[in-house]
């Protein structure tokens, strides 16, 4: 059995992974509703859980980080893409946007809200042109390759520096689809 898990697949689940989903078309390895605890998986069972686009959909965003903790081996990656809050509520599904200070809710020296267990913040990238994968699939072949080489362009330069990016001229660029972050679980 893999060590990997990718949550909330959807129909594009992952080779090498486990993959897991609640309303998708095509069923995946496991069914489960991820607003349910616990997963039904051991502790420290997985080293890498993706979970792309799937956090915003759930209700409690703070407990689906504790449960993806305690299935994640210590010195694991938690890879997590959720929309930028610029972009956020663009889906009717959608329940929370995202932004540079997710990451501090999970360091042990923020006061203003830690949850109680440590995630190491390896990197944190902002996407202008989010969801790759899904626009190859939607958009003609001229805007996708015309949004992919802008979103590259624009990347660049608000990743220089994401929180003031985030938080100032992402505005300007008519916001982010996405933002990725890459935590190591610290047990």
Not at 40 to 46: L, V
Not at 106 to 131: A, R
């Amino acid at each position: 059995m893999s060590d990997k898990l990718n949550i909330g697949c959807g129909e594009f689940k992952k080779t090498g992974y486990i993959n897991l989903d609640y309303f998708s078309v095509t069923p995946g390895d496991v069914t489960h509703d991820l607003d349910i605890f616990p997963y039904p998986f051991s502790e420290n069972q997985f080293s890498i859980i993706e979970a792309r686009h799937v956090l915003e959909h759930l209700s409690r965003p703070f407990c689906v980080m504790k449960e993806l903790f305690r299935i994640t081996k210590p010195e694991g990656l938690l890879c997590i893409s959720v929309p930028h809050f610029t972009r956020g509520l663009t889906h009717p599904e959608h329940k929370a946007g995202f932004d540079v200070s997710f990451p501090l809710y999970f360091n042990k020296n923020f006061i203003g809200g830690y949850q109680g267990f440590e995630l190491e913040l390896i990197s944190m990238h902002l996407c202008w042109f989010g969801q790759p994968y899904l626009k190859k699939k939607t958009l003609r072949t001229s805007q996708y390759l015309l949004g992919k080489s802008l979103g590259f362009f624009i990347d660049c330069l608000a990743n220089a520096s994401p929180f003031l990016c985030s938080k100032l001229w992402c505005f300007w660029v008519g916001g982010f689809d996405e933002i990725e972050y890459v935590f190591r679980v610290k047990k």
